[in-house]
């Protein structure tokens, strides 16, 4: 019997699901390291659970980490502290939320990254926000030398949470726009351990966060919002509901997030937590009430761009041109990438600097830079 003719072990089908979701592509344009991703896989290909695995070479990063920072080597030890929080933020992807494991390790990519942050200059600040009962949780990046920058309120969609979209950050930061990377209602540290899920009312959210943010006298009255995937819906949701929103990105987003149920049945299990449903038909339900209609749109009428990629089989890329076409913006551009997966991870460089120059040309007042 030769290798091939061998059958497949048992955990290779679960494995092979978790590395479709979380590409190379993905992995490398969103900040990790390569031979992380690729130690990952390994580990994970050769039996060992997936989360087992993020953990473990998120903790060789970290003790790279602490040993440059003991060494006084600053600038290596924030990247060895990053790639760690890296590590453990797609370890724990695969952990529902009442699995022991999941909020520990949460915790821990937190406190990487927040040890990364506290190297940073100006400092990256964990915020929370106070909102209805709970708390929304995020980070405020500012750019060194620029006195009340405008700012780009970014974050993610179903499971691609604000730590994530780190690297997008930086080219904001490049051009002098602070960033504050949040986790929406039902996102991240906001649901595990701010208390919140997403209903109806998820725009109020995002408008608390405009509030803080126009409140911090070291920030200019200029924000912008920024959405990947499902959170390209709450972007445009929020710019059509609060007239302050002086700039919306769109990537790879929809009118109609349930859209993804209809190809992919099994995703409602990242749906049920995110709207705190734990009947999987009542999720489906719930989650088909959140569609931009014509009419909402022709509210949205800050700059808005939409990108997309053309084969993306998560949003209909149908579905997003019907944001750029319903916009009720006279400044409105669509962006469309003839091969581009779900969020053009495989256009990373090309994808960020489209979007950090596009904001930095309708938020700040130099283009220099």
Known sequence: MTDTDQAAPPWQAEVDAHKRAMPLQRLLGNGMDYADVVEIYALADAGTPWADAGARVGDVAADKASAALAAGHVDTARSYFRYASACYRVGQVVLPDDDPRKRPMYRKLIDFYCAAGDLDDPRTEHIAIGHRGGYLYGWLLRPAGVDNPPTVILMGGFDGWREEYHVGATYLLARGI??????????????????????????????????????????????????????????????????????????????????????????????????????????????????????????????????????DQIFLINNARAIYDWAGASDKTFTEFPDGDHCIYNHSHDKHTTTADWFADRLTTSKER
């Open 178 to 311: 602070a960033v504050l990377l949040v986790d929406g209602p039902g996102q991240g540290e906001t649901r595990l351990f701010g208390g919140l899920h997403m209903t109806a009312e998820v725009h109020t959210a995002f408008s608390a966060m405009v509030d803080y943010l126009v409140a911090d006298e070291r920030l200019s009255d200029t924000v912008g919002i920024w959405g990947n995937s499902m959170g390209g819906y709450l972007a445009a949701l929020t710019a059509a509901r609060d007239g302050r929103i002086a700039a919306c990105m769109v990537n790879g987003g929809t009118i109609r997030p349930a859209e993804i149920l209809d190809r992919f049945r099994r995703f409602i299990s990242k749906v049920q937590p995110l709207l705190g449903i734990d009947d999987p038909d009542d999720a489906r339900t719930a989650m088909n009430d959140y569609q931009l209609t014509e009419t909402d749109l022709a509210s949205l009428r800050c700059p808005v761009h939409v990108m997309h990629g053309t084969p």
